[in-house]
T-cell receptor, first 113, second 114 residues
């Protein structure tokens, strides 16, 4: 069965520091992978997605993610975090032709000035 | 601009009452989804629809029902609300039609069952 694991429940970083949020997936075929961000009291916004091709994908707000098939990972990175990046981040996987998403449990990012 | 809306944004109800949460999208999307978000569980799929008169059960469908009478709306009904259904509920829609289509999410409804 498909599943997504986000091992870090809560991460705290200083503003300006680099960030990496971990995501591991379990899926039989080539997965469609996504990162969403949820600001407090808001809905979910798509940061980036991977379908195929180049394993390093660029998203909005300066985020990027790298697909590593050998490690079943799709980690999210940002070189320099801003205070406005404080939010909850969800990794998700979708199966082909269904649009159904399976989400990880999320990572809450806190940013200190 | 096209959008997806949910109402009410907040709801408090009592155990045993029937509750209906509304979801309306103006994207003209075929696919619509309902999720619940709980601490430690992320978002879990409740029900989904691939078109008018089509409905399907998701991972956590017990105690919930949906119906799709038009393209724009997918109301979620809790037949007899339970305290375990206290949660934040998100509706989403996507275009459908093969391959993968990005899901667009509504702002959510916070439901409290006392």
């Amino acid at each position: 069965a498909q599943s997504v694991t986000q091992p870090d429940i809560h991460i705290t970083v200083s503003e300006g520091a680099s960030l990496e949020l971990r995501c591991n997936y379990s899926y039989g075929a080539t997965p469609y992978l996504f990162w969403y961000v949820q600001s407090p009291g808001q809905g979910l916004q798509l940061l980036l997605k991977y379908f195929s091709g180049d394993t390093l994908v660029q998203g909005i707000k300066g985020f990027e993610a790298e697909f590593k098939r050998s490690q079943s990972s799709f980690n999210l990175r940002k070189p320099s975090v801003h205070w406005s990046d404080a939010a909850e981040y969800f990794c998700a996987v979708a199966s082909y032709n269904t649009d159904k998403l399976i989400f990880g449990t999320g990572t809450r990012l806190q940013v200190f000035p | 601009d096209a959008e997806i809306t949910q109402s009410p944004r907040h709801k408090i109800t009592e155990t045993g009452r029937q509750v209906t949460l509304a979801c309306h999208q103006t994207w003209n999307h075929n696919n619509m989804f309902w999720y619940r978000q709980d601490l430690g569980h992320g978002l879990r799929l409740i029900h989904y629809s691939y078109g008018v008169h089509d409905t399907n059960k998701g991972e956590v469908s017990d105690g919930y029902s949906v119906s799709r009478s038009n393209t724009e709306d997918l109301p979620l009904t809790l037949e007899s609300a339970a305290s375990s259904q206290t949660s934040v509920y998100f509706c989403a829609s996507s275009g459908g039609g093969g391959s993968y289509n990005e899901q667009f999410f509504g702002p959510g409804t916070r439901l409290t069952v006392l």
